[in-house]
Structures are given as structure tokens and as C-alpha cells.
């Protein structure tokens, strides 16, 4: 069985740095492009970026290029999403998911990051 | 970047009609779209790849048509249960992908 595990919720104050993860199983890690999309409340699915496992290829959306870094640990199967000095608004709720061929099948529970002083 | 737009924002119908949502891409996708259902405090689930296919375990009711810029997707009697919002996500520029804004269903 396919299974993305993220991390839980954390509240954080601004400038601080964050890494949140998100832990596979059930499938080859290597092998699928896994997706990071943020999720403002009450709002639409926002796509933050790509990275593939296999050779660490990363690709970011215009809108999220310099503010955050995907990053994969092989060893344990697990993508990361990280940021080096939070703002408030990034606070949100952020799902990682497999990228399959044609669509995304699977998808994490979702981690909701809180930035407030 | 593709953008996708979706139309109407929000969308009420009653059990006994048909829903119709639209989205559309700024560029030809071909038929590289896929649709998803958000249901309040839920993960996205896919309904519908390469625009027409549904996905697996997905009910005959929802259904998806379109090609190049233009896609629908169907609720033919709509249930209580697809109260959700739904997204159109291209796919044209694989890995890249992008949302539309979602349409809200609402059940009267």
C-alpha cells in the first residue's frame, strides 16, 4: 500500500526556519517525482515545486522560487520542504504527493504550519 | 506557466440535477488534465485523468469530456456525499503541474 506520512502541525514565530517532511512507503521512492502544494485557509491548491528522488532534479513554481527548498533523504525514503526565515504568511496547510504519469494518486495528510508572534 | 481557470466559483444543485463544472487552460494541453474532489478536511482525492478516465473506485456519476483548452467536468445526480470543492490540474508540462482556482459544490 502507497503512504505519504507528513510531519504534524507545528507554530512557529517569524524568522524562524522550518523543515517539514513527508515519509514514503509501499512503493519504489526513487522512481516518482513527489510534490510539495500549499493550501492557504480557505483557499484553492497552490503547486510549490517538484523534486525527483532518483537524482535530486528540482523544479520550483515562479511564485515559490528562492523561498522555500525540497530537499530527499534516500536512505529514508523520506522528501523534505524547508524554510530558512518564515513569514506569516506562509502560514498553511502543506501537502506533499506522488506524481504519477498522468495525475496525483496519492497524497500526504497534509502538515498546517502556523507563523505568529 | 499554463493557468487554469474555473468557472462558476461556487455551484448549488439538487440531488436530482446535473452539475457542470468548467475549467479552461491558457494554452493547449491536449488532454493532459486531471480533476480532483477536496472534501472539508480532507486530502485532494482524483477523480478524472487524462481528462475523461476515471479514476479507480471513482463512481459512474462523475464524468469528464474536453480536450486542448477547453474541459467539463459532470455530476449526473449529484449526492449529498460530493459536497466539496473541485479542482482542474494540468499536466501538459509534466512534472510541472498547475491548479485551477476550485469550484465549490453545494448540495440544497
Known amino acids: 500500500e502507497v503512504q505519504l506520512i507528513q510531519s504534524a502541525g507545528e507554530v512557529k514565530m517569524p524568522g524562524e526556519s522550518l523543515k517539514i517532511s513527508c515519509t514514503t512507503s509501499?512503493?519504489?521512492?526513487?522512481?516518482?517525482?513527489i510534490v510539495w502544494v500549499r493550501q492557504m485557509p480557505g483557499k484553492g491548491l497552490e503547486w510549490m515545486g517538484v523534486?525527483?528522488?532518483?537524482?535530486?532534479?528540482?523544479r520550483y513554481s515562479p511564485s515559490f522560487q528562492g523561498q522555500v527548498t525540497l530537499s530527499v533523504d534516500t536512505s529514508l525514503n523520506t522528501a523534505y520542504l524547508q524554510w530558512s526565515s518564515l513569514k506569516a504568511s506562509d502560514s498553511a496547510l502543506y501537502y506533499c504527493?506522488?506524481?504519477?504519469?498522468?495525475?496525483?494518486?496519492?497524497w500526504g495528510q497534509g502538515t498546517l504550519v502556523t507563523v505568529s508572534s | 506557466e499554463i493557468v487554469m481557470t474555473q468557472s462558476p466559483a461556487t455551484l448549488s444543485v439538487s440531488p436530482g440535477e446535473r452539475a457542470t463544472l468548467s475549467c479552461r487552460a491558457s494554452?493547449?494541453?491536449?488532454?493532459?488534465l486531471a480533476w480532483y474532489q477536496q472534501k472539508p478536511g480532507q486530502s485532494p482525492r482524483l477523480l478524472i485523468y487524462a481528462a475523461s478516465t476515471r479514476a479507480t473506485g471513482i463512481p459512474a456519476r462523475f464524468s469528464g469530456s474536453g480536450s486542448a483548452t477547453e474541459f467539463t467536468l459532470t455530476i449526473t445526480g449529484p449526492q449529498s456525499e460530493d459536497l466539496a470543492v473541485y479542482y482542474c490540474?494540468?499536466?501538459?508540462?509534466?512534472?510541472?503541474?498547475?491548479f485551477g482556482g476550485g469550484t465549490k459544490v453545494e448540495i440544497k
Open positions: 523534486i525527483y528522488p532518483g537524482d535530486s532534479d528540482t
Open positions: 504527493a506522488r506524481v504519477d504519469v498522468a495525475g496525483v494518486a496519492y
Open positions: 494554452q493547449n494541453i491536449n488532454s493532459d
Open positions: 490540474q494540468q499536466y501538459k508540462n509534466w512534472p510541472l503541474l498547475t
Open positions: 509501499g512503493y519504489t521512492f526513487v522512481s516518482y517525482w
